[in-house]
């Protein structure tokens, strides 16, 4: 957890409450946190679930790794510090935009378990729902997609401390679910996101 270093501040409740804004929108919001390799498919699954909630007349937002580090989070690196507080400010994000009543959809490599799970305890500690989805593939299978050519500068030299080549992914323990992107089609890992989130009440039976 990252210490508290502003003194004198202090929570200020406003008057309209989160379950106001659920009802407003009729909708509850929950934050989606799509985890795997770097090609694993991460993005692509959330690009097309965000598509599909928002048919359905979801108020949805997605964030993606390479979104964030492009803006809020341009200072960072890719030490294990950095990564660390990568994902910590993306979890506060979620956070806000959940109590706003967005399902939120945060897909990132978020490689260390411990980062993870710090994101989930926030959630937690907010009465919030926080969804794990492991994006599985054998690194083989995501180094031969290799969309952005990632891979090839790693095993070059040029890229260091990449994510499942010379730095670990520590794979979810007990994710809420698991898709293998390469066993299975972009439909049929939508259908089943969509049916997850109606078995925990994120969207209607």
Do not use: C
């Not at 210490?3 to 004198?8: E, G, H, L, R």
């Not at 409740?13 to 989606?32: M, N, P």
């Not at 949805?60 to 294990?80: C, E, P, Q, T």
């Amino acid at each position: 957890m990252v210490d508290q270093k502003a003194t004198n501040v202090h929570w200020h409740d406003g008057e309209v409450t989160r379950a106001q804004r659920h009802a407003l929108l009729g909708q509850k919001g929950a934050t989606i946190w799509f985890t795997g390799l770097s090609g694993s498919g991460k993005s692509t699954v959330a690009v097309a679930l965000e598509k599909a909630l928002h048919q359905q007349g979801r108020l949805v937002y997605r964030l993606d790794g390479d979104n964030v580090r492009l803006g809020i989070n341009k200072n960072l690196g890719f030490s294990a510090e950095d990564r660390a507080e990568n994902i910590r400010r993306i979890g506060e994000i979620a956070k806000l935009f959940v109590d706003a009543g967005v399902i939120v959809l945060s897909s990132f490599v978020s490689p260390y378990r411990a980062d993870r799970d710090q994101v989930r305890a926030l959630h937690a500690d907010g009465g919030m729902d926080f969804v794990e989805v492991f994006v599985d593939v054998p690194l083989a299978e995501a180094e031969k997609r290799d969309p952005k050519g990632l891979y090839k500068k790693a095993r070059a030299g040029l890229i260091k401390q990449f994510t499942g080549i010379d730095d670990p992914y520590e794979a979810p323990q007990a994710p809420e679910l698991v898709l293998p992107s390469h066993q299975m089609t972009l439909e049929q890992e939508v259908d089943a996101l969509l049916a997850l989130l109606r078995a925990r009440g994120i969207l209607p039976a």
